[in-house]
């Protein structure tokens, strides 16, 4: 079983009311799959286009098919609008 560890921003955070979850899975799992796991264990964001916001794994911007691992740390950032 791997733990990865998903930090929550903006209104994702706000509509949930968490900074963070963790989730328990059997084997590696893409971003996608986690992306969907998520969904469906915060029904709220059913609303949001969570697949289109960017995902960073460790710091770093990847891409849907990354494969996470083992102690990663997911941050999903929703669009940043506004200013002039």
Do not use: W
Not at 11 to 33: C, P
Not at 38 to 46: Q, T
Not at 65 to 76: E, F, P, S
Request: proline content about 5%; cysteine-free; glycine content about 6%.
């Amino acid at each position: 079983m791997i733990e990865i560890k998903v930090m929550l921003f903006a209104n994702i955070r706000d509509l949930t009311g968490k900074e963070e979850l963790v989730l328990q899975v059997e084997d590696e799992i893409t971003v996608s799959d986690a992306l969907r796991i998520i969904k469906r264990s915060l029904p709220v964001l059913e609303k949001l286009p969570i697949d289109s916001f960017v995902v960073a794994v460790n710091m770093e911007y990847v891409s849907r098919n990354h494969l996470l691992k083992d102690g990663d740390i997911i941050a999903i950032i929703p669009p940043v609008g506004g200013g002039r």
